[in-house]
């Protein structure tokens, strides 16, 4: 079967469907296909900080003076995903007095509003900083939802006509001579889930144009039509605290390097990040070393992670991009810069064009460019509205939040649904019929778990990147049932398992690098409330058809390896290894 458009965008991350919201916005007619669910690449492992620029201060200039640009747009278009927590960059004792005066000058030379803080002043506005930080550079750092961005994107570009399919994977790039003019794509979206392809077919995409907006996948696509980019994945972790130890963004005052920022996120606090160079963005080892070095580190910072809890632990590949002749050795070297590839000036092939590089701060900037750049191929004069148009949920949210007592939403579950919903609230949450809370943890509503249902069908992690229901600390002990039976009776059974199926396994692969102490705890209780509530351990006492495919428990309890580092925050202890 082959389906005409337009313009095919590739990847459904931030800048995908960034470019496929401002193409449709000017008129063009858009499809955009994505292997896996929006955010399944780089967007949806990102530590959640919407960049002052400050970070680049020093070291990338032309990167920090569009991350401040880009900033105070989001804040206005995107008020609904983004926190205005501020940043501090905070200098301890052993940390060079000439870098924090190069950084405050670089604030200021890249017109990023930046103020000087001592000690004592820092500490009042994160009573938990170390009691020996000697200052601290005030910059207006925030924290942004990488999924309810992406999502509310995708929803921008549907309600202009675009067609969103997920779980399509690009297997082929079409190309006739010196053109490429389409791809093939493998549906494997399952029964339910809201796509228009058929699990198991593949289908011949043809396009006047086709963007390939995968990041750090790029180079694998271009490969398909035997294009080459140089894309250099690194590497990062993040691990996720079980509460907000800070409420500001916390970044280490010295040259860029590992473990050196906190972002508080939603009701936890994310660690970041490491800074390595791998050659698959699909397959590269997770060390826990890289998790205790978080945890070690920015405890300097931050004493009261030491004895935290960890929930769980995610490693994310940066889409970095080398222009040829630069050399550049160190990945913490390569600018953070975007740069757009036109393959027909480049490499002789037309039809095609990538972005590469970049950062989800600047999606936008991104998608503006490369969205011109199609624009001018085609022949389409229309420009960029999207600096200017509200993202959904986003419109009058001033105007919801003077009416939010009149609508009764005083409780704090209510605040976080109207935090997230945005102007959508009243919508979604004015309803006659009963709206429990079904995620305790996250504070969601079963209002609103029915209307993401009612927008990505089936897919359960579909529901979670839209609602953050199962993000939680138990993450998903408590609630994954619950969301699961929300399916129902829309829905057959074996649709139901293996929806619930794809969710738990979700929610259990990152907990894999946190099984010590309380979390450890959190997971056993877990599987047994699985187990004796739904026969997921597979006893031949119950169902057959019941199973859940839990690849890291083994025997009925958690295959948690022994610790054997010696490490810190009571991850020595055979008690905290899973040795009971």
Request: charged share 30%; net charge negative; hydrophobic share 35%.
């Amino acid at each position: 079967m082959a389906t005409d458009t337009e313009v095919l965008v590739l990847g459904g991350g931030s800048t995908g469907c960034g470019i496929a919201r401002d193409l449709a916005m000017r008129g063009l007619e858009v499809t955009l296909v994505e292997r896996g669910n929006l955010t399944d690449g780089t967007t949806g492992r990102m530590h959640g900080l919407l960049h002052s620029g400050g970070r680049y201060a020093v070291s990338d200039q032309a990167s920090a003076t569009e991350c401040i640009e880009e900033n105070e747009i989001l804040r206005e278009i995107a008020g609904h995903c983004v926190e205005e927590t501020g940043g501090l960059f905070v200098q301890r004792p052993e940390d060079a007095d000439d870098y924090f005066r190069e950084k405050l000058e670089g604030c200021r030379d890249c017109g990023i509003p930046a103020r000087v803080l001592s000690g004592r002043e820092a500490r009042e506005v994160e009573p938990y900083l170390a009691d020996d930080v000697k200052r601290a550079i005030e910059v207006p750092d925030a924290a942004v939802d990488p999924f309810r961005l992406c999502v509310a994107n995708a929803v921008d570009a549907e309600n202009h006509g675009t067609r969103i399919e997920t779980h399509a994977e690009v297997i082929d790039l079409l190309r006739d001579g010196d053109d490429i003019y389409g791809v093939e794509v493998r549906h494997d979206s399952g029964p339910g889930k809201r796509a228009h392809g058929v699990a198991g077919t593949t289908e011949e995409i043809t396009a006047d144009y086709v963007v390939n907006a995968t990041g750090a996948w790029a180079g694998q696509i271009a490969a398909l039509a035997d294009l080459e980019i140089a894309v250099r994945p690194s590497k990062g972790v993040m691990t996720i605290m079980n509460v907000r130890q800070v409420d500001t963004v916390i970044n280490r005052c010295r040259p860029k390097g590992d473990a050196d920022i906190v972002v508080p996120h939603e009701t936890t606090a994310i660690l970041g990040t490491t800074d390595e160079e791998v050659s698959d963005p699909d397959d590269y080892p997770e060390e826990e070393w890289e998790v205790d070095e978080m945890i070690d580190t920015l405890s300097e910072l931050v004493p009261i992670l030491e004895e935290a809890r960890t929930i769980r632990s995610f490693w994310g590949v940066r889409p970095l991009y080398e222009p040829p002749g630069t050399g550049t050795q160190d990945p913490t070297d390569i600018t953070r810069d975007f740069f757009l590839l036109d393959h027909a000036e480049r490499d002789g092939v037309s039809g095609l064009s990538s972005i590469v590089g970049g950062k989800l701060t600047t999606y936008r900037a991104m998608a503006e460019e490369i969205s011109d750049h199609v624009c001018e191929k085609l022949g389409v004069t229309a420009s960029c509205a999207t600096a200017d148009e509200p993202l959904p949920g986003s419109e009058n949210i001033e105007a919801l939040e003077a009416g939010m007592d009149d609508f009764g939403l005083r409780s704090p579950v209510a605040r976080r649904s109207k935090q997230r919903l945005g102007s959508r609230a009243r919508e979604v949450l004015e309803t006659d019929a009963p709206n429990p809370v079904v995620c305790q943890c996250e504070g969601v509503t079963r209002a609103e778990i029915r209307d993401a249902i009612a927008d990505s069908g089936s897919d359960l992690n579909a529901v979670r990147i839209r609602t953050r229901a199962s993000m939680g600390n138990c993450q998903g002990g408590f609630c994954c049932g619950t969301m699961a039976s929300e399916l129902h009776p829309e829905y057959d059974e074996a649709t139901v398992r293996s929806a619930l199926d794809e969710l738990v396994q979700e929610r259990w692969k990152g907990q894999r690098h946190a099984l010590w102490g309380e979390q450890l705890s959190q997971a056993m209780l877990n599987y047994a409330l699985h187990a004796t509530t739904m026969n997921r351990d597979r006893d031949p006492a119950g169902e057959e058809d019941a199973s859940l495919e839990y690849d890291a428990f083994d025997g009925g309890r958690p295959a948690a390896e022994p610790r054997t580092d010696g490490g810190k925050h009571g991850r020595n202890a055979s008690r905290d290894r899973g040795d009971h």
